[in-house]
């Protein structure tokens, strides 16, 4: 089968890998993708917000599955503009794609259905919003309502940071419309867990845990990022855990999506806060995580195209789910000032070191090619260093490892990606 996927960084990278594994595989494209894709997939420079271009270009080559990676596109609503030209598309539409678009819709959503989370209030007024933070306690997450790039969450830890940070998403509008409309949480203590779910809308089954590093440098410090590395699976996820989960977040999730009139198929990000009462949601996202993707698919057995026909076709429930019994760690390699201000266009060297090894990969997140064929840095995340190994510790070795083979003028990474497995 042909298949096209949509985007251009590090977890398309990471489906385009897996999307090449399977024997099913005929032809695959990318758009606009990136230098690291290109080794795997045709890529055409269309824009993942040109919906019109990307459904010719899918009719054009006779596309049988299209596979939509970011945000953006999913929220816009590009699944709905493909189906109506007749083509098949893993994603959800736009009407369950609000899942991960509005904040609070998700939380409103979780309190109807009551499903475990922080307690919240809704603002669309900062006047509104400073009020209430008069009498709130301290410390307490602000969150924009819309899309923002994953940072546009706010832990504040004073009522000063709070007022701040009420400025800046809603008067100042940082992340642009997004910050509209804010959700003011209870602030929650405990281990993070990234958990992805493959859903047809009925019945889902989740993938393995993961962990991820939001903060741009080490020991949590510094600005929020889109991700500074990840480890899968996730020492923290036991059995009791996971039975909790699905018994009380993730089958309630598609339940309450579906009797809203919202069918979800596709990915169903789960961000778990792991407290001393259970475990609860800190946000949903209505794809695949990135860097998640980088670990998880990584240690996927099962023919991922199987799985993202049977969310289509609703068959998940007929169709193994699998996984290897092996642990991977992602690092990224970022440009120096991410994710603020940063230089890019630098040629990124030794790259080859990563061909035809097995439990080592270089998924490219900002790359392009430069007109002499070069490789050069092209974003604030440049690449995902990853590995497997039979155990986190030996993965978190291998990658940071991986990590000395690959060089770019202002490279940048955190040393302590995986630090939590030591606590486990």
């Known amino acids: 089968m042909n298949v096209l996927i949509v985007g251009g960084g590090g977890r398309e990278h990471a489906i385009a890998r897996a999307v090449s594994k399977s ?6 494209y990318c758009v606009p993708g990136n230098a690291g894709i290109a080794e795997l997939a045709e890529c055409a420079p269309i824009g993942v917000m040109e919906f019109d271009r990307i459904a010719d270009f899918a009719l054009e080559h006779s596309v049988d599955l299209v596979i939509v990676g970011p945000d953006d596109p999913l929220v816009g609503g590009l699944t709905d503009v493909l189906e109506s030209k007749g083509l098949r598309v893993f994603g959800p539409r736009k009407n369950a794609a609000i899942l991960e678009g509005s904040k609070a819709f998700s939380k409103d ?5 009551n499903i475990p989370t922080a307690a919240y209030e809704t603002f669309d007024s900062a006047e509104d919003a400073l009020k209430y933070l008069e009498t709130a306690p301290m410390p307490i997450v602000l969150k924009a309502d819309g899309l923002a790039l994953g940072k546009g969450v706010l832990i504040c830890n004073t009522l000063e940071e709070a007022r701040d940070g009420v400025k800046e998403l809603m008067l100042d509008k940082k992340f642009g419309s997004a910050g509209n409309r804010i959700v003011i949480e209870e602030f929650m203590t405990g281990r ?3 958990v992805l779910a493959f859903t047809d809308g009925h019945t889902i089954k989740p993938m393995s845990s993961a962990q991820d590093h939001k903060r741009a440098k080490d020991g949590d410090q510094g600005l929020n990022t889109g991700g500074m590395g990840n480890f899968s699976p996730s020492p923290f996820y036991t059995e009791e855990v996971d039975k909790f989960c699905k018994e009380y977040i993730y089958q309630p999730t598609v339940d309450a999506m579906l009797s809203e009139g919202r069918e979800f198929k596709g990915v169903i990000f789960f961000g778990l806060m ?9 946000e949903y996202n209505a794809r695949f995580g990135d860097p998640e993707a980088q670990v998880v698919l990584t240690r996927m057995k099962s023919d991922v195209l199987d799985v993202m026909e049977a969310c289509i076709d609703g068959k998940l429930s007929e169709t193994p789910v699998e996984f290897y019994d092996n642990a991977a760690v992602c690092v990224i390699l970022a440009s120096d000032g991410y994710p603020l201000e940063y230089k890019k266009g630098f040629e990124i060297t030794g790259l080859s070191a990563f061909k035809d090894k097995e439990d080592y990969f270089c998924f490219h997140a900002g790359s392009k090619f430069s007109e002499d064929g070069k490789v050069l840095t092209n974003g604030g995340r440049v690449l995902g260093v990853t590995a497997t190994a039979p155990t986190l510790k030996e993965a978190r070795a291998k990658a940071y490892e991986a990590t000395g083979w690959v060089d770019f003028a202002n490279k940048y990474m955190r040393t302590d990606i995986g630090r939590a497995i030591d606590e486990a």
């Open 23 to 28: 024997s099913r595989l005929s032809k695959l």
């Open 109 to 113: 959503l979780m309190k109807k259905y």
């Open 192 to 194: 993070e867990v990234s």
């Open 274 to 282: 792991l407290t001393e009462k259970g475990p609860r949601v800190l």
